[in-house]
C-alpha cells in the first residue's frame, strides 16, 4: 500500500522549514510534535482545515480573543478586529495600519504580505522585549480569509505567548519582595481556647489512697 501524502496547506511544515508549492510531504517524515501539537495554533490550524467552503471565518470565531484580522495585507495591511488580550497587551488597535516596527510589528507584516502572495498558513516565532524589562516569546499563525474571488483578502493571524523576566527585571522583583516582606509585621499569636490553670489554695490529691 502506498504511504498516504498530505499536501500543503493541509499541514504546517515546522519552524525554520521551508515548504514550496505542490511539495509533497510524508506523514511518515513528519516530526511526532507536528502531528500531536496541541498548542492554541494548532488547534486554530485544525478549525481552519476543517472549515466548508464559506465558513473559515465561523470556524475560527473561538481563537478571536488571541487573534487580530488584517484587511489589504499586501497593501496598506489595516487591522480590521483584534482581541481584547492582544491589544492590551501588544497595543494594536482596530482601525490602524500594522507598522514594521522591530520585534512583532515587522512579523506580522512579512507574515501578512506571504500569505497574500501564496495563500496557506505561515507561522513564525519572535521574541519581543518589553520596555518594563520582561522578554515576551511570541508564536503565531497567519491563516488566509477568503472574501469574494480573492482567497486572501484577509488575513487572520492567531498569537500566543509567554512572559519572562530579564535578568535585570528578576532581581528588581526579588528587592521588592524582600523589602515588602521586611515590613511585615508578625502577627500576634492566636490565644490557646484551653489555658492551663494553676490550682488556687489547698488541693486535694484524690489519687493517693487514706491510711
Known sequence: MSQPIIRPPAVLPPTGT???????????????????????????LI???????????????????????????AGRAIIESVGGPLAARFGLMAGLPLLRDPGLGDELVAACELVALQPMPINFEANVHDPMGAQIMVRALALPLPEGDDPAALVQVIISWRELLSNSAARRL?????????????????????PVR????NVIDITKKSR
Request: glycine share 6%; hydrophobic share 40%.
Open 47 to 73: 478549525a481552519w482545515q476543517s472549515a466548508s467552503d464559506g465558513n473559515t471565518a465561523a470556524a475560527l470565531a473561538p481563537f478571536f480573543d488571541h487573534s487580530l484580522v488584517v484587511r489589504d495585507p
Open 174 to 194: 526579588r528587592a521588592e519582595l524582600a523589602t515588602a516582606f521586611a515590613d511585615m509585621r508578625p502577627k500576634p499569636g492566636a490565644a490557646d481556647p484551653f
Open 18 to 44: 521551508h515548504c514550496s508549492a505542490g511539495q509533497n510531504v510524508h506523514f511518515g517524515q513528519l516530526p511526532r510534535s507536528v502531528v500531536v501539537e496541541r498548542r492554541l495554533t494548532n488547534r486554530a
Open 198 to 201: 494553676k490550682p488556687v489554695g
